[in-house]
């Protein structure tokens, strides 16, 4: 195990059918960190987290999550090693409740009192969830849906969380909430991988930040760094 290394993405390509999409990635993100990875659409953004998560089999490169090579292994395998994926697409199962949905979330947790405690922590910080916790998942708001997607991630305790556009499709306000939650999730110590459009304000709250443009990183840095980078305020920041 490298020390305090959680994700090491090294030089890969991946893709679908015909198309390849991803060329030369290599990303990484260490313990305790909130990294970012932005561009514009269809850059290859939500394919690269597919591909960390197992969804995808990439055609070159390594993909190593805590030291162990999971590049090509299935999805639940990687899930189980604690690395969790909240997609863009949500996949909630709308005749079930918040809290059903939450359970299913923690399919693969044995401990009754772990399971409780994330619970716990999911309705704190999402205390809509809370409210509505016995209402069918199919009839939440969009703003809704997308918490009950990052409180079902989180139910069966990632040490690492992939998610995909969380802001993508809500207001302002739930917006701010989001942000929030995920600034709260890592003050819990939970490292994150967050693509998002919301260039500005995803600048302002992570450490470090990728750009990936046309499959391939074109920039990294920090927060500071990339917010007064001349590129990333032409293309992403209208300034
Ligand atoms: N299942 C698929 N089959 C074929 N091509 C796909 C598939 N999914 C995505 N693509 C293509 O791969 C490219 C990258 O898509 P991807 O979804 O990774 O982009 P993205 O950066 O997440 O974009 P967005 O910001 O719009 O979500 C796009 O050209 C897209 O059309
Ligand atoms: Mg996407």
Do not use: C
Request: no cysteine; glycine share 10%.
């Amino acid at each position: 195990m490298t020390n305090g290394r959680v994700l090491d993405v090294a030089h890969v390509e991946a893709g679908y059918d015909l198309l390849q999409v991803l060329w030369d990635v290599s990303l990484h993100v260490d313990e305790g960190e909130f990294v970012a990875l932005l561009g514009p659409n269809g850059a290859g953004k939500t394919t690269t987290l597919r591909t960390i998560a197992g969804f995808l089999q990439p055609l070159d490169g390594d993909i190593s999550f805590r030291g162990t090579p999971i590049g090509g292994r299935p999805a639940h395998t990687v899930s189980r090693m604690g690395l969790g994926y909240v997609s863009e697409s949500l996949n909630l199962f709308p005749a079930m409740t918040v809290r059903e949905n939450l359970q299913v979330g923690a399919n693969s947790v044995r401990n009754k009192a772990q399971v409780a405690s994330t619970m716990e922590l999911v309705f704190q910080l999402f205390p809509r969830l809370l409210e509505r916790r016995d209402q069918l998942a199919g009839t939440l708001s969009g703003g809704e849906r997308k918490m009950l997607a990052i409180g079902r991630g989180l139910m069966a305790s990632p040490s690492l969380l992939l998610v995909d556009e969380p802001s993508l499709g809500l207001a302002p306000m739930a917006t701010v909430a989001t942000f929030d939650a995920l600034k709260a999730l890592r003050e819990r110590g939970v490292t994150i991988l967050l693509v998002e459009q919301n260039v500005n304000t995803t600048l302002h709250l992570v450490d470090r930040a990728y750009v990936l443009e046309q499959g391939r990183i074109v920039l990294e840095g920090t927060g500071e760094d990339l917010l007064s980078n001349p590129h990333v305020q032409a293309a992403y920041l209208g300034i």
